[in-house]
């Protein structure tokens, strides 16, 4: 082998050397760029994933907000406009492939805007909570001393009705001094502790009203019950009987009605009955009433 060739030799293997350092720095350089490009993708990739964790947790905040809201009846309007908005922007994260910084930002204002009315909404929320707790305590408070007032108010009524009970009881007036007479035919009156059936023409009963400084002056009704030795009594509509009401409510015959006006003089009260009454012999009773109540007896017996 010749010089020449030699060199020729050595220049193609030079060349060779030269290109396959060549193309190893070119494979190297694309390599690297890959990584890069890799890396970008990789981070790009997690920032997305990262951001989007924050908005579905902001989502979440949101809509915890608007569950409270409703208890305490708030409007949710505006709200719920916000919502609508971050869900669309949660949607267009999930599509997006990479962040460019104009999307970046606008992301991170939505962010802090939303953090801030959540921030807000929250004290309102915390402030209507306190305030219904403090309405609820003062609710329950008037209940209390609504029930309060109630027993005292049923204790002053009850304490009333026996007031009241008292003084009717205390009211009730007294007949005092019965006195039972016979009127004979021509008009003279005989006082006996008996009497003969075919001397009496009519009865002359006397009473005095005794002192009540409860009784109201005013005119009362007073009744007489003349009742036979049988228990039966004397009552005939045509003579000026009739029934009246006991206290109770409950009706009760009566031979004799009277009306005069109580002044609490201890006045005197004269009944006198009517002729044609037929009188067996036995004992016999008169009973006196007034607004309802008995306020004395007597009798006399007839032989």
Same mark, same amino acid.
């Given at each position: ?69 409703? &208890? @305490?009846?708030? +409007? ?5 406009? =916000? #919502?609508?908005? $971050?869900?669309? /922007?949660?949607?267009? %994260? ?18 802090? &805007? @939303?953090?801030? +009315? ?5 004290? =309102? #929320?915390?402030? $209507?909570?306190? /305030?219904?707790?403090? %309405? ?168």
């Amino acid at each position: 082998m010749n010089s020449n060739t030699t060199k020729i030799l050595i220049g193609v293997i030079v060349a060779q050397t030269l290109l396959i350092v060549y193309l190893l720095f070119q494979i190297k350089t694309k390599n690297e760029n890959i990584s890069k490009l890799t890396q970008t993708v990789d981070i790009q990739s997690t920032e997305i994933q990262d951001k989007t964790k924050e908005l579905e947790s902001i989502s979440a905040d949101l809509e915890r907000v608007k569950a409270e809201r409703e &208890k @305490l009846g708030l +409007d949710n309007s505006e709200l719920n406009a =916000e #919502i609508e908005e $971050l869900n669309s /922007a949660i949607g267009d %994260l999930k599509k997006s492939k990479k962040l460019d910084d104009n999307k970046r930002k606008e992301l991170e204002k939505l962010v802090a &805007k @939303l953090r801030e +009315d959540i921030t807000k909404r929250d004290q =309102e #929320i915390a402030g $209507l909570k306190a /305030a219904n707790d403090s %309405l609820q305590t003062n609710v329950n408070t008037l209940s209390s001393e609504k029930a309060k007032l109630a027993d005292s108010i049923s204790n002053v009524s009850t304490k009333s009705r026996e007031v009241e009970s008292k003084l009717k009881f205390a009211s009730i007036l007294k007949a005092e001094n019965v006195k039972i007479t016979v009127l004979k035919s021509n008009g003279k009156e005989i006082e006996d502790d008996e009497y003969k059936a075919s001397k009496i023409d009519r009865l002359k009963i006397t009473y005095t009203l005794a002192d009540n400084k409860a009784a109201k002056h005013e005119s009362k009704d007073f009744y007489i019950r003349l009742k036979t030795p049988d228990g039966d009594v004397f009552s005939d509509p045509a003579n000026g009987g009739g029934y009246f009401n006991l206290a109770d409510g409950s009706p009760l015959s009566y031979t004799m009605k009277q009306t005069a006006e109580f002044d609490n003089s201890n006045q005197k009260i004269e009944f006198t009955t009517f002729s044609g009454l037929k009188f067996v012999p036995g004992f016999y009773k008169i009973e006196i009433y007034s607004e309802g109540y008995k306020i004395g007896e007597g009798n006399f017996k007839v032989k």
